[in-house]
């Protein structure tokens, strides 16, 4: 069991940065792969990045592609998001989500929803324009 805490939304004026932090329970946090998705007021939860277990490969989503940095300390048992230069389209809640997605399946299904088995209550991010 993987139990998932976000933090660090808020309200951000466009063009600002905000960090988004995931603390897991367990002790096992070093073996899954730790995405982070967001859905948006009358839309379908989409990804944003992924990160390996070992974090040494990360993916993003084209709309934050050089915006947005995914890591994580697996010593803390925490997976980050930096995002910077936000814009109004980025407003959405912010949920990180943990699956054992490992070997081939990585990087064929890092960015599909159903691979993540647990998943944290959501962070609200707002971006005003």
């Known amino acids: 069991q993987v139990q998932l805490v976000e933090s660090g939304g808020g309200l951000v004026q466009a063009g600002g940065s905000l960090r988004l932090s995931c603390a897991a329970s367990g002790r096992i946090f070093s073996s899954y792969a730790m995405g982070w998705f967001r859905q948006a007021p009358g839309k379908e939860r989409e990804f944003v990045a992924a990160?390996?277990?070992?974090?040494?490969?990360?993916y993003y989503a084209d709309s934050v592609k050089g915006r947005s940095t995914i890591s994580r300390d697996n010593a803390k048992n925490t997976v980050y998001l930096q995002m910077n230069s936000l814009k109004a389209e980025d407003t959405a809640v912010y949920y990180c989500a943990a699956g054992l997605i490992l070997g081939d399946r990585w990087y064929r299904f890092y960015y599909t929803a159903s691979q993540y088995r647990y998943w944290g209550q959501g962070t609200q991010v707002t971006v005003s324009s």
């Open positions: 990160t390996s277990s070992s974090g040494g490969s990360t």
